[in-house]
């Protein structure tokens, strides 16, 4: 198994710190200092399917045949906390289009969202992987879209500042050699007062914006990233020093600079783009990849882990061998 394509759907919209200073008591010195984040995106007009259709299309555009990859494909999952709909899923809007898109007569299967907060991405992969897996089919395609400036509300700033939109898709490929060396996959719903979206129709909400206790969230999810790092590399028997690449979920540059130090894997071997999105949740790693891709970091058999860290609390990390 291996990741043989990636694309991605930025929106065109930049909202930056200056912008930001003009709705909510802030300052760009204090986002930058205390985030990484310079800027983020905003989809205006467009949904959270529309951006993941965008993002496969532009995945697709690396084959002559896409229709051909497409029937070969066993299913769809999309890793989003800010879906169209509860139901249908954002998975089935997708390849709804796609049907119509490409006149698929053998469209991917099976469709279902991931809702794993910001470490949706990585759970969809490890549902993908294994799916695949026990399939005669030789693809699976996993994408993270995110629209959060529908879910955080702009009068709170210690929480609208951090958020971005945006969509990433990657293809998984069945292959003779797995390029998967371990997943770290966990949860530990005991905290879920300190980050949380309530849904519509909860009545003890007084809105439905999204909630965070930052300050301890942050402590928990350095914690958590250290140690599901330390672990796939553990279960590889892999040392910090092998490592070429980590992508991580794009949170906070602090969060990024402690795991670090706690891991033992230089800050430079991070691949960071915080300061021009923001947190796009479960799209942030799909979107770092992507860019490191088309920058042509990743080499053959770099060895890169992705890790991620969210809601529920969830958390997860793998480490691929490219
Ligand atoms: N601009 C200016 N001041 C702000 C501010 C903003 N946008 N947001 C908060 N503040 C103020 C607070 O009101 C507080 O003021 P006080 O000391 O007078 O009470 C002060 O800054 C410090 O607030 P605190 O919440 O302790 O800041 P922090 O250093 O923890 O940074 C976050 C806040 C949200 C950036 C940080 O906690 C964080 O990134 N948390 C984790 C986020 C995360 O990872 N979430 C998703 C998981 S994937």
Request: include cysteine; charged fraction near 25%; charge should be positive.
């Amino acid at each position: 198994m291996r990741i043989s394509a990636c694309g991605a759907y930025i929106p065109s919209e930049v909202l930056t710190n200056f912008d930001l200073e003009k709705i909510v008591d802030t300052s760009d010195k204090w986002i930058t200092e205390r985030t990484g984040i310079k800027e983020r995106r905003i989809e205006k007009d467009k949904s959270t399917s529309f951006m993941a259709f965008e993002a496969v299309k532009n995945l697709l555009k690396n084959f002559k045949n896409p229709k051909e990859i497409l029937e070969n494909t066993l299913g769809i999952i999309v890793a989003t906390s800010t879906p169209d709909y509860l139901f249908p899923s954002t998975a089935c809007i997708v390849q709804g289009e796609l049907i119509k898109e490409y006149k698929l007569d053998n469209p991917p299967q099976v469709c279902f969202d991931v809702l794993a907060a910001c470490s949706g991405f990585i759970y969809s992969l490890y549902n993908a992987y294994n799916l695949l897996k026990n399939s005669e089919k030789k693809y699976f395609i996993v994408i993270g879209s995110e629209r959060y400036s529908k879910i955080v509300n702009w009068e709170d700033r210690s929480t609208c500042i951090l958020f971005g939109d945006g969509a990433g898709a990657v293809l998984l490929e069945k292959t003779e050699k797995d390029h998967f060396l371990a997943f770290d996959i966990g949860s530990d719903g005991r905290q879920k007062h300190l980050l949380y979206v309530p849904c519509v129709g909860q009545d003890s909400e007084k809105n439905y914006f999204l909630k965070m206790k930052g300050n301890e969230v942050f402590k928990i999810a350095v914690r958590t990233l250290e140690k599901s790092i330390l672990n796939v590399l553990k279960k590889a028997n892999v040392s910090p020093e092998e490592i070429s690449y980590v992508i991580p979920h794009q949170a906070n540059i602090r969060i990024l600079k402690l795991v670090s130090e706690r891991t033992k894997i230089p800050l430079e071997k991070f691949f960071i783009n915080i300061e021009k999105f923001g947190n796009t949740s479960a799209a942030s790693i799909p979107l770092a990849l992507k860019e490191a891709w088309d920058k042509n970091l990743i080499k053959k058999d770099d060895l890169v882990v992705f890790t991620a860290f969210g809601g529920g609390f969830t958390w997860g990390s793998t480490l691929i061998r490219f």
